[in-house]
């Protein structure tokens, strides 16, 4: 068993070619995809690490192996692990790509635990668009490209199938934001300059919610993005305090001032809200390190925690 990145890639791509020999009506097509997109989420993994997917135990007997320390079995983590952990650590793979990635897992699943004909009941027409997309985000974190993955035949037709997709959310936003900004110019001077002043305030308050200010694309007004933190922060230390720099990928869009709203990174990048944005938190040393007051600290929490935790490793070792 290897965790290795190239590996992987190259399953990932041999089971894309499989699935891709399959009539795309076919309940196998389905099968092979999700064989296929498991493989790239472990790929996409271990280009940041083989560790990743070690199964965590307490003595990292897995986790030594990815280092090539290891002997006797392996055991990786579970496939909703994968996904849940590109979530994480790939701000190009968005809930809509997880929840893709998740359906055809469970179907996998269904497909080899039971009887049922998990694909034949989940045709292609309910996930492709999703599957296709999920795929160019996992391969765009890795530095590779959908011709590398489907070759050029393939890729072009997923390539297409997402550029129309785009097409059309970029057309349904473009609505909204008009329609908003119609109705916001519909109102008196005095409501339009009372609603920018109250949105300016409530972003202002908000700021201090890990909330991100932006200009709304409807009625210029202050609006607030927010995302969900993803990769590497940047910790900093300047006199008495921690400065910690996070990288954001933008989730959801609001504007009280016009009341438009966006869900998703597709939406907001049709709106130009996309790309990433990065939060700063400052902390105190003693915040950050979790320093005790030595003045006020009561240790019986603390005394009682441990003496449960040892009690519980004892049970453990005589089972």
Known sequence: MTWERDPLWAKARLYFEQAFREPRDDPRFGLWCSLALEFLGRAALASVSPTLL???DRN????LHALNRGTGERKSIRTVQVFALCRELFGQFSDADLKVALALVNRRNDELHS???AFGEYPSKYWLTGFYRACYSLASAMGETLDGLFGKDEAKAAIQILDDTKSEVRKRVEDAIAAHRRAFEEKTETDRRAAAEAAEKDGAKLAYEKHHRVKCPSCSSVATVQGETYGQGVVTHEDDEIKVQQPVSPRSFACQACGLKLEGYAELDAAQLGGQYTRTICYSPEDYYGLVDAEHF???EYMEQYLADLA??????NE
């Open 54 to 56: 070690a199964e965590p």
């Open 60 to 63: 990292h007997r897995y986790l």
């Open 115 to 117: 009887g049922n004909d």
């Open 298 to 300: 009561d240790p019986s």
């Open 312 to 317: 519980m490793e004892s049970g453990y070792e």
